[in-house]
């Protein structure tokens, strides 16, 4: 069955860059997506197909997906991104799955 | 605005059957697809089963492939999650999430989540 592997932590500075990445065979042939969840909250779509950000979703996210690896990159993080980010994606064996999720911290 | 809203979890012995109901409004129901994703207790996301916009198509995680079956009724904005021979492992949050693609006959991704619906197995 299709895997997507996540780091389980991203530890990032305010103001600064966190990157997350979504490792998996070939799945840069797939369309990736990202989504954030907070603590006690459901989760929020934040990037599909690969690069698009849904109405609403800050700038400061953005996204790419090429080779093995999908990854979300949160530009001049804030302390209100501190959240669980999980990536996403489709395979025609396995339909739909979700990667392991990075915790990431603002400090 | 659009609102899933899911109902039916509980608590249930192992063995036995529970039915879960996610209501929707807001958009034109029957042209879009509905997931169940369910959350273990301090786990991570884990997709449980996708019906395309018509019902024509059934998708199923293979953690419970066999054990349970989604139905829709495009006349009521319902979709149903029948959870048969529950296990421990079934233990968790079942959120159900609408697909974004209008007609979509595969998932792109997830753009609307209700608040979720807790399922505890055990004895």
């Known amino acids: 069955s299709y895997e997507l592997t996540q780091p389980p932590s991203v530890s990032v500075s305010p103001g600064q860059t966190a990157s997350i990445t979504c490792s998996g065979d070939?799945?840069?042939?797939?369309?990736a997506c990202w989504y954030q969840q907070k603590p006690g909250q459901s989760p929020t779509l934040v990037i599909y197909?690969?690069?698009k950000r849904p109405s609403g979703i800050p700038e400061r996210f953005s996204g790419s997906n090429s080779g093995n690896t999908a990854t979300l990159t949160i530009s001049g993080t804030q302390t209100l991104d501190e959240a669980d980010y999980y990536c996403?994606?489709?395979?025609?064996?396995?339909?739909?799955?979700f990667g392991t999720g990075t915790k990431v911290t603002v400090l | 605005q659009v609102q899933l809203v899911e109902s039916g979890g509980g608590v249930v012995q192992p063995g036995r059957s529970l039915r879960l109901s996610c209501a929707a409004s807001?958009?034109?129901?029957?042209?879009?697809?509905i997931h169940w994703v369910r959350q273990a207790p301090g786990k991570g996301l884990e997709w449980v089963s996708f019906?395309?916009?018509?019902?024509?198509?059934?998708y199923f995680a293979d953690s419970v492939k066999g054990r349970f079956t989604i139905s829709r009724d495009n006349s009521k904005n319902t979709v149903s999650l029948q959870m048969n021979n529950l296990r421990a492992e079934d233990t968790a949050i079942y959120y159900c999430?609408?697909?974004?693609?209008?007609?979509?006959?595969?998932?792109?991704?997830?753009?609307?989540w209700g608040q979720g619906t807790m399922v505890t197995v055990s004895s």
């Open positions: 996403q994606t489709w395979d025609t064996s396995t339909a739909c799955v």
């Open positions: 807001g958009f034109t129901f029957r042209d879009y697809g």
């Open positions: 999430a609408r697909e974004r693609g209008i007609f979509a006959v595969a998932s792109d991704a997830f753009d609307f």
């Open positions: 019906i395309l916009f018509d019902g024509t198509n059934k």
């Open positions: 070939n799945l840069g042939d797939k369309y």
């Open positions: 197909q690969n690069d």
